[in-house]
């Protein structure tokens, strides 16, 4: 049987950072976007304006510096701005700097895990990082072809799927948590 090769040639975009960096922090960040959801909800359900307008403030204002923080993270670190070619094989995946400045070769047991959205693939090299393969790079067989390889290749356990849903329930939780556990002293110490 032939070992099948895929090359794909990727110059990792701001873009592409953004969304490696949210899924590598999407625990953290999806719980804490529940919890100010349920803020905003309890405030509209309260009609408490002045409450509701300085939590989007701060929401807004998280996002922005977030958003600034991470464009300033990605344009200071010009060594994952470099054009790369990986290489997916039966031993593991080599990655190679266009411009000849390094060379690394990770075997699949190596690995952390990957996580894939419908538009990246990102290949973990721990918990908060690893490298970003956008999909648009790849034609729908190298796809198909990669996904059978890393199957093949990896514990399920290490291939995951994004869920930001999931997150997200437990910031609501968390926060609809809170609320019961200060209705609860509220009518304790009512009684006292």
């Given at each position: 049987?032939?070992?099948?090769?895929?090359?794909?040639?990727v110059?990792?975009?701001?873009?592409?950072?953004?969304?490696f960096?949210?899924?590598?922090?999407?625990?953290?960040?999806?719980?804490?976007?529940?919890?100010?959801?349920?803020l905003?909800?309890?405030?509209?359900?309260e009609?408490?304006?002045?409450s509701?307008?300085?939590?989007?403030?701060?929401?807004v204002?998280?996002?922005?510096y977030?958003?600034?923080?991470?464009?300033?993270?990605?344009?200071?670190?010009?060594?994952?701005q470099?054009?790369?070619?990986?290489?997916?094989?039966?031993?593991?995946?080599?990655?190679?700097?266009?411009?000849?400045?390094?060379?690394?070769?990770?075997?699949?047991?190596?690995?952390?895990?990957?996580?894939?959205?419908?538009?990246?693939?990102?290949?973990?090299?721990?918990?908060?990082?690893?490298?970003?393969?956008?999909?648009?790079?790849?034609?729908a067989e190298?796809?198909?072809?990669?996904?059978?390889?890393?199957?093949?290749?990896?514990?399920?356990?290490?291939?995951?799927k994004?869920?930001?849903?999931?997150?997200?329930?437990?910031?609501?939780?968390?926060?609809i948590?809170?609320?019961?556990?200060?209705?609860v002293?509220?009518?304790?110490?009512?009684?006292?």
């Amino acid at each position: 049987m032939e070992e099948k090769n895929i090359q794909v040639t990727v110059k990792v975009e701001l873009q592409d950072y953004l969304k490696f960096a949210k899924l590598s922090g999407a625990k953290c960040l999806y719980i804490f976007y529940g919890f100010f959801i349920c803020l905003i909800i309890e405030n509209i359900i309260e009609k408490d304006i002045s409450s509701l307008i300085l939590i989007l403030i701060l929401f807004v204002g998280y996002e922005i510096y977030y958003r600034i923080s991470l464009k300033k993270s990605f344009e200071s670190n010009k060594l994952n701005q470099k054009e790369e070619v990986f290489k997916f094989t039966e031993r593991g995946i080599e990655i190679i700097k266009i411009d000849g400045s390094s060379n690394l070769n990770i075997k699949w047991d190596e690995l952390y895990g990957i996580k894939h959205s419908k538009d990246i693939l990102y290949l973990m090299t721990g918990s908060s990082s690893g490298y970003v393969i956008p999909k648009k790079l790849l034609d729908a067989e190298q796809i198909a072809d990669l996904e059978g390889l890393i199957k093949d290749k990896l514990d399920f356990k290490l291939l995951k799927k994004v869920k930001r849903f999931k997150y997200l329930c437990i910031g609501v939780s968390i926060q609809i948590l809170a609320i019961v556990l200060l209705a609860v002293l509220k009518i304790i110490s009512s009684y006292f």
